[in-house]
């Protein structure tokens, strides 16, 4: 199956591309951008993550689509939306997620993909739900989470599963957004490309 290939307003969300993989790479060996994880990735974990990642458009035309600034920046990270890799609480959901290099915060990217992301889901994508998880000092995720209309919801907070117990990064809040709440945009926040 080929992933859709969306435009926003300054942006294009795409499958994964092989030269992608070296700038991932960089993006995940930088300290600050994988602060609320609990290391760096070496280049081989990278690639692993690369490949899960890129593979989701392999079951679904969506994913975590890699996010391109046209013109500027090939390959700026990734948002997207895909079914949750572990075990219960949140297993056989759909959840929307981001990572970005550290020259795309703050610009609002992060949002605006992840609008095009959530439209994109509940419309052709034909969700019922979209989760998130995130550590609870990740205030900047969890802005973004706020502003796209996700809530968090309090009694499904829970310990990560692929974080060792006692880690300090372990606890997660949950949050999510089902299509019966969620406001479509008066505009689509994307143009499909194929």
Not at 179 to 185: I, L, M, Q, V
Request: contains cysteine; aromatic residues 12%; proline residues 8%.
């Amino acid at each position: 199956m080929t992933g859709a290939i969306l435009r926003t307003e300054r942006l294009i969300l795409r499958p994964w591309r092989d030269t992608d993989r070296e700038p991932f790479a960089a993006l995940n060996a930088d300290p600050e951008v994988r602060r609320y994880f609990p290391t760096v990735q070496t280049r081989a974990e990278s690639d692993a993550s690369a490949d899960f990642l890129s593979g989701q458009f392999a079951i679904s035309e969506y994913g975590p689509w890699a996010v391109e600034v046209p013109g500027q920046i090939p390959f700026a990270g990734f948002v997207g939306i895909w079914r949750v890799a572990f075990d219960e609480p949140a297993s056989a959901r759909v959840e929307i997620g981001w990572r970005l290099g550290r020259a795309c915060w703050g610009r609002g990217y992060a949002t605006e993909a992840a609008r095009a992301a959530l439209a994109f889901g509940f419309g052709p994508g034909g969700l019922d739900e979209i989760v998130a998880f995130v550590v609870p000092a990740n205030r900047a995720s969890r802005a973004v989470m706020d502003r796209i209309g996700l809530r968090q919801d309090p009694d499904g907070d829970f310990d990560h599963p692929r974080v060792t117990e006692g880690h300090p990064l372990r606890r997660h809040h949950l949050y999510r957004l089902r299509r019966a709440e969620w406001t479509p945009p008066a505009k689509s926040p994307y143009t499909r490309q194929g």
